[in-house]
């Protein structure tokens, strides 16, 4: 029988991927055509879904995006023969997959499986290489383990980049009768969706990369926070969690090996900060989300004050390829100091946008325009935000530096956790720059006075300075309490806002300026 | 009204509160369990949670209002979240907030006359490769319009 496939992941859905699949498997009864219609993960192509894939004997197929509109044409059209002539010239045709030039050119790593099957599938997950990783380290000792993550030059992908095996290192180190292994799962940044593209579409390999960190470091007990927003996420969390248990993949005496480790989800409650890895333990703890002052680190003290690992997602889902191909042949892909792949995520005003996998060096302009294609509404791109809400604005003259934590950080820009959300030339920064101090606002955790205070007075500045009060003198004082908010904040909150704040300021003056003149 | 809850509610409340002890961190999970059920954390459990959880009142209290997601009091049939952060504002989400408000003759946070619908402003779906973002209870959608806005209003009021 014929296998077509129509994504579950939460973005295809929000494009009615499940109306989609319904009316294919309605017209392929009515018609009497057998298909195997399975629910397969997103490949990440977001501006093409649904995207609808048909097996052929030379690989997949793909029709997109398909509307229920669509799917008496494509079955007249014979499809499900989808390398017949009439598939092809159906106008939804576009091809075999593995040819299509945005997928083919990307450097699919973390994201090797995401797309191909069905993401709640273990005996798939398996088929696809899967627990290949964590078979090698179960034979391996914790030291050779947290060697191979160091050997790789994995840093951490939540926004702080640092090195994950030196952070693992300290945790095996340190000596207790519980540690832990949280995953990070809050992702708070607007224009980034990779970590939620993991749990949704390829689960078992965040299972298995927390797993292998456990035997890492000597931690038997995981918790996933995860964010409150993300719904399918943890349904499809909930069940693959479930399954590894029942086939010996977590649980006591992981495969025979003597070793256990345990995972639970927890779902976060909608606060920016818990993000932050002392406020989301707190948070874990059954606190406010406060943020902890360092040290102690968490590596050290972290949750119920037993040293713990805390990763973001896709650090801990890099793991198992690691672990699998070895240090070295992740650490082949990168430039300077940044190795392996970052998973990009193309957002806002764009015209393709998605999930784009590349070797670290690849620059804004090459994602923007071969990947993205421009801006959605075909108009120029003015500014870039990269990096999350604390990131900096990227005007069109920055567009050439290459994705590198070394090389952002020279421009005063982050790459945080790999989100680009694209601004057309409508777009008013100094309004921008209004919405990261009320951002903070909104989210400070409130304990320390720059980032507390900070916030809520730089958007009066400011708001005077674009209605024309005293300009220069209002210019200088947000000037000033940037200075202090990045020097005297506790965390990135009240410590990055000013990112956002300043480089709209610095690159966009005249937006600033038009409205007192 | 809160009478009414007391007797059916504070049996499920109770369980949750049973099902929760000896949980490490067990708070964050009974909240949403209890707000899962009944649709918000009535502020007269507070005693019961501070006895259980071994916990000043303050302390409850502080944890509840300090997270956006948690509620002390009831909200619409149902709940509509609109995206306002940035990569949805690239694709205009203001103009939408600004319909959607108008047509539901409600703020953020407040629920429509007829009680069948709550708006809530959300700080990212993960949806923003297909800006802007709406969240009708917990169906997402993307790439919207005002047009659809009708579609998914209209669905749900008449039910
Ligand atoms: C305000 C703020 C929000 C953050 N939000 C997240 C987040 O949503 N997800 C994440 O993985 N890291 C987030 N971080 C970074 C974490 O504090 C921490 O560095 C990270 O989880 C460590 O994991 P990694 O080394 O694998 O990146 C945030 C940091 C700050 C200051
Ligand atoms: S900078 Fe802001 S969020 Fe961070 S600790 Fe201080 S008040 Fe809390
Ligand atoms: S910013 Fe609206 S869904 Fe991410």
């Given at each position: 029988?014929?296998?077509?496939?129509?994504?579950?992941?939460?973005?295809?859905?929000?494009?009615?991927?499940?109306?989609?699949?319904?009316?294919?498997?309605?017209?392929?009864?009515?018609?009497?055509?057998?298909?195997?219609?399975?629910?397969?993960?997103?490949?990440?192509?977001?501006?093409?879904?649904?995207?609808?894939?048909?097996?052929?004997?030379?690989?997949?197929?793909?029709?997109?995006?398909?509307?229920?509109?669509?799917?008496?044409?494509?079955?007249?059209?014979?499809?499900?023969?989808?390398?017949?002539?009439?598939?092809?010239?159906?106008?939804?045709?576009?091809?075999?997959?593995?040819?299509?030039?945005?997928?083919?050119?990307?450097?699919?790593?973390?994201?090797?499986?995401?797309?191909?099957?069905?993401?709640?599938?273990?005996?798939?997950?398996?088929?696809?290489?899967?627990?290949?990783?964590?078979?090698?380290?179960?034979?391996?000792?914790?030291?050779?383990?947290?060697?191979?993550?160091?050997?790789?030059?994995?840093?951490?992908?939540?926004?702080?980049?640092?090195?994950?095996?030196?952070?693992?290192?300290?945790?095996?180190?340190?000596?207790?009768?519980?540690?832990?292994?949280?995953?990070?799962?809050?992702?708070?940044?607007?224009?980034?969706?990779?970590?939620?593209?993991?749990?949704?579409?390829?689960?078992?390999?965040?299972?298995?990369?927390?797993?292998?960190?456990?035997?890492?470091?000597?931690?038997?007990?995981?918790?996933?926070?995860?964010?409150?927003?993300?719904?399918?996420?943890?349904?499809?969390?909930?069940?693959?969690?479930?399954?590894?248990?029942?086939?010996?993949?977590?649980?006591?005496?992981?495969?025979?090996?003597?070793?256990?480790?345990?995972?639970?989800?927890?779902?976060?409650?909608?606060?920016?900060?818990?993000?932050?890895?002392?406020?989301?333990?707190?948070?874990?703890?059954?606190?406010?989300?406060?943020?902890?002052?360092?040290?102690?680190?968490?590596?050290?003290?972290?949750?119920?004050?037993?040293?713990?690992?805390?990763?973001?997602?896709?650090?801990?889902?890099?793991?198992?390829?690691?672990?699998?191909?070895?240090?070295?042949?992740?650490?082949?892909?990168?430039?300077?100091?940044?190795?392996?792949?970052?998973?990009?995520?193309?957002?806002?005003?764009?015209?393709?946008?998605?999930?784009?996998?590349?070797?670290?060096?690849?620059?804004?302009?090459?994602?923007?325009?071969?990947?993205?294609?421009?801006?959605?509404?075909?108009?120029?791109?003015?500014?870039?935000?990269?990096?999350?809400?604390?990131?900096?604005?990227?005007?069109?003259?920055?567009?050439?530096?290459?994705?590198?934590?070394?090389?952002?950080?020279?421009?005063?820009?982050?790459?945080?956790?790999?989100?680009?959300?694209?601004?057309?030339?409508?777009?008013?920064?100094?309004?921008?720059?209004?919405?990261?101090?009320?951002?903070?606002?909104?989210?400070?955790?409130?304990?320390?006075?720059?980032?507390?205070?900070?916030?809520?007075?730089?958007?009066?500045?400011?708001?005077?300075?674009?209605?024309?009060?005293?300009?220069?003198?209002?210019?200088?004082?947000?000037?000033?309490?940037?200075?202090?908010?990045?020097?005297?904040?506790?965390?990135?909150?009240?410590?990055?806002?000013?990112?956002?704040?300043?480089?709209?300021?610095?690159?966009?003056?005249?937006?600033?300026?038009?409205?007192?003149? | 009204?809160?009478?009414?809850?007391?007797?059916?509610?504070?049996?499920?409340?109770?369980?949750?509160?049973?099902?929760?002890?000896?949980?490490?961190?067990?708070?964050?999970?009974?909240?949403?369990?209890?707000?899962?059920?009944?649709?918000?954390?009535?502020?007269?459990?507070?005693?019961?949670?501070?006895?259980?959880?071994?916990?000043?009142?303050?302390?409850?209290?502080?944890?509840?209002?300090?997270?956006?997601?948690?509620?002390?009091?009831?909200?619409?049939?149902?709940?509509?979240?609109?995206?306002?952060?940035?990569?949805?504002?690239?694709?205009?989400?203001?103009?939408?907030?600004?319909?959607?408000?108008?047509?539901?003759?409600?703020?953020?946070?407040?629920?429509?006359?007829?009680?069948?619908?709550?708006?809530?402003?959300?700080?990212?779906?993960?949806?923003?490769?297909?800006?802007?973002?709406?969240?009708?209870?917990?169906e997402i959608y993307g790439r919207v319009d005002m047009k659809q806005i009708d579609d998914i209003v209209n669905e749900v009021i008449h039910d």
């Open positions: 029988m014929i296998k077509v496939f129509v994504p579950r992941d939460s973005t295809a859905l929000s494009l009615g991927a499940n109306r989609t699949a319904k009316a294919i498997q309605a017209e392929a009864d009515k018609r009497g055509v057998e298909i195997v219609l399975i629910r397969n993960g997103s490949r990440g192509l977001f501006w093409l879904e649904p995207f609808v894939e048909v097996e052929t004997e030379q690989g997949r197929v793909a029709f997109a995006p398909v509307k229920p509109k669509d799917v008496s044409s494509l079955f007249d059209a014979n499809f499900t023969d989808a390398l017949s002539n009439t598939a092809k010239e159906h106008s939804l045709y576009l091809g075999l997959v593995k040819e299509l030039k945005w997928l083919k050119k990307q450097h699919r790593l973390t994201f090797a499986r995401a797309g191909i099957s069905d993401p709640v599938s273990l005996d798939d997950y398996i088929e696809l290489d899967g627990y290949k990783g964590l078979k090698n380290a179960l034979t391996m000792s914790s030291e050779d383990i947290v060697k191979a993550v160091t050997d790789s030059g994995l840093r951490g992908r939540g926004g702080a980049a640092f090195p994950t095996g030196i952070k693992w290192n300290t945790v095996l180190g340190a000596s207790a009768n519980q540690k832990y292994i949280v995953c990070n799962a809050d992702e708070g940044d607007s224009g980034t969706f990779s970590d939620r593209m993991i749990m949704e579409n390829d689960p078992f390999v965040l299972i298995e990369g927390m797993t292998i960190a456990g035997l890492a470091v000597g931690a038997t007990q995981g918790y996933i926070y995860l964010r409150s927003e993300y719904p399918h996420s943890l349904a499809i969390l909930n069940e693959t969690i479930s399954k590894a248990y029942n086939a010996g993949y977590l649980g006591d005496d992981i495969k025979g090996s003597g070793k256990s480790f345990y995972i639970e989800v927890r779902r976060a409650a909608g606060a920016y900060i818990c993000g932050e890895e002392t406020a989301l333990l707190e948070s874990l703890e059954g606190k406010r989300g406060l943020v902890r002052f360092k040290p102690p680190l968490p590596a050290v003290e972290g949750l119920f004050a037993k040293p713990t690992v805390v990763n973001n997602v896709i650090s801990l889902a890099t793991v198992p390829i690691i672990l699998d191909k070895g240090a070295q042949y992740y650490a082949d892909y990168g430039m300077g100091r940044s190795r392996g792949t970052l998973p990009i995520q193309l957002a806002g005003n764009i015209k393709q946008g998605g999930l784009v996998e590349l070797a670290f060096g690849a620059t804004l302009r090459e994602l923007l325009y071969d990947y993205g294609g421009g801006s959605a509404t075909g108009r120029p791109i003015k500014a870039v935000q990269v990096g999350g809400p604390l990131g900096a604005y990227l005007p069109e003259s920055q567009f050439d530096t290459p994705l590198d934590y070394e090389a952002f950080a020279k421009i005063e820009a982050v790459l945080g956790h790999g989100g680009i959300v694209a601004f057309d030339d409508t777009v008013d920064m100094a309004k921008m720059a209004c919405y990261a101090f009320e951002f903070c606002a909104i989210e400070s955790c409130g304990k320390c006075t720059p980032c507390r205070i900070g916030a809520v007075r730089g958007l009066e500045v400011l708001h005077k300075m674009t209605s024309g009060q005293d300009y220069e003198k209002n210019l200088q004082l947000v000037r000033d309490l940037s200075d202090t908010m990045m020097s005297g904040s506790l965390c990135a909150m009240g410590g990055m806002t000013p990112y956002p704040v300043l480089s709209a300021l610095n690159h966009f003056p005249k937006d600033f300026e038009s409205q007192h003149k | 009204m809160s009478d009414t809850l007391a007797a059916a509610d504070l049996i499920k409340i109770e369980a949750h509160i049973d099902a929760h002890k000896g949980l490490p961190g067990a708070l964050l999970p009974l909240m949403h369990a209890i707000q899962d059920d009944i649709g918000y954390i009535p502020e007269e459990i507070y005693p019961q949670v501070s006895k259980a959880m071994a916990l000043s009142i303050a302390e409850v209290h502080g944890f509840i209002s300090f997270y956006h997601h948690f509620r002390t009091h009831p909200v619409g049939k149902h709940v509509l979240q609109v995206c306002r952060a940035e990569s949805c504002q690239a694709m205009g989400s203001e103009k939408l907030e600004a319909y959607i408000k108008a047509k539901l003759s409600v703020d953020y946070h407040n629920t429509t006359a007829d009680g069948k619908i709550t708006l809530l402003p959300v700080y990212c779906l993960g949806n923003c490769a297909c800006s802007p973002s709406v969240m009708m209870n917990e």
